[in-house]
């Protein structure tokens, strides 16, 4: 089993890729590999990672908060992604985490979560909201509650992933996905 981790952070090593680390070592703690990217919004970025979607099993999309929003980064690196590799996005299990100074983190993981809705993901979740605070990776790893939060959304995925696994071998068939009706008001 494989999660990838997309470090939607303008920072290759910064706050946001400090709580991604700390779910990639709680997720091999568990038994399931990752893979820490950074969502660097370049086509050739995102045709490698919508290529390793197609093997993974979860994926995890982190994002500092820029003007109470996820990065500019991200947002086009997962439209991008969305659209180039939507179908292998569906039924995998996914999470959104948010690092902040101080505020904005709900309304980050809210529009990041809505990518996992739209391709009927389901979304682990932690003890609380999915975010850490911090101005620097050391102030993010002296964020307690936040770190321990990372560990538990971690070990749900793993858990779910181990779940999905166990249900495979049962016999139990994914959900097979209806073709979208777009239904237009404006006549």
């Known amino acids: 089993m494989k999660v990838l981790l997309l470090n939607g952070s303008r920072r290759e090593k910064g706050c946001t890729y400090t709580a991604l680390t700390e779910i990639a070592h709680t997720l091999e703690q568990n038994g399931v590999e990752s893979e820490i990217i950074h969502a660097v919004p370049t086509m050739e970025n995102i045709k490698a990672v919508a290529e390793k979607m197609k093997t993974a099993d979860g994926l995890v999309v982190g994002s500092p908060v820029y003007w109470a929003s996820p990065s500019g980064e991200i947002m086009e690196f997962m439209d991008r992604l969305a659209s180039l590799a939507g179908k292998d996005l569906f039924h995998k299990p996914a999470a959104a985490i948010a690092s902040a100074r101080r505020a904005g983190t709900t309304a980050t993981i809210d529009v990041l979560n809505k990518y996992f809705s739209y391709h009927q993901m389901p979304i682990v979740s932690a003890n609380y909201w999915t975010m850490v605070h911090g101005n620097t990776p050391d102030e993010v790893k002296r964020d307690a509650e936040g770190m321990q ?9 793993a858990w779910l992933l181990k779940c999905i696994e166990a249900g495979k071998k049962a016999g139990v068939a994914v959900p097979e996905t209806e073709a979208k009706i777009m239904t237009n008001f404006i006549r």
């Open 149 to 157: 939060i990372m560990r538990v959304l971690a070990t749900n995925m």
